[in-house]
């Protein structure tokens, strides 16, 4: 399966917040929106960094109850993992495996068009082995077997 067609199923919005909102306002963010990804730019389609849940652990460990208060841009990640929407996923996978990330930014060109979670790869394979094994169940039992 193609990347582009699991954002089909899927809202490709893309939330952005700007280097200069702090980690607990993005904190917020992501507790309204129930989310855990942003991307950090300073203008609508720009992408200096993102900033996961993971990331703001990670600043507050190292910086303590500093962290809060810090500014994105000085905690974002800078090496942002990104795939084409004509990848497949178990490519897209193997990046999250390797990169240690839930998010991947997917880039048509040099467009950001979406975001790939772990959550999003978990959904697909359960509906794939849903799938396979309703079929072999109908073929099992004869059941709409042509």
């Known amino acids: 399966m193609h990347i582009c067609q699991i954002l089909g199923s899927k809202s490709p919005e893309i939330v952005s917040v700007t280097p200069d909102h702090t980690m607990v306002e993005v904190l917020r963010l992501f507790r309204e929106r129930n989310i855990g990804f942003v991307v950090v730019g300073r203008s609508p389609g720009e992408c200096l960094g993102t900033l996961s849940e993971r990331d703001c652990c990670h600043a507050v460990a190292e910086y303590g109850t500093e962290a809060p208060l810090m500014r994105v841009g000085e905690i974002m990640?800078?090496?942002?993992?990104?795939?084409?929407?004509?990848?497949?996923?178990?490519?897209?996978?193997?990046?999250?495996?390797?990169?240690?990330?839930?998010?991947?930014?997917?880039?048509?060109?040099?467009d950001a068009v979406g975001v790939v979670s772990i959550g999003d790869?978990?959904?697909?394979?359960?509906?794939?082995?849903?799938?396979?094994?309703?079929?072999m169940h109908d073929y099992i039992c004869g059941a709409n077997y042509r």
């Open 77 to 110: 990640n800078r090496t942002v993992a990104t795939c084409s929407t004509e990848d497949f996923l178990p490519f897209v996978m193997s990046i999250m495996t390797e990169r240690r990330t839930r998010h991947v930014l997917v880039m048509d060109g040099n």
């Open 121 to 135: 790869v978990v959904k697909h394979r359960l509906e794939e082995a849903l799938q396979a094994e309703r079929d």
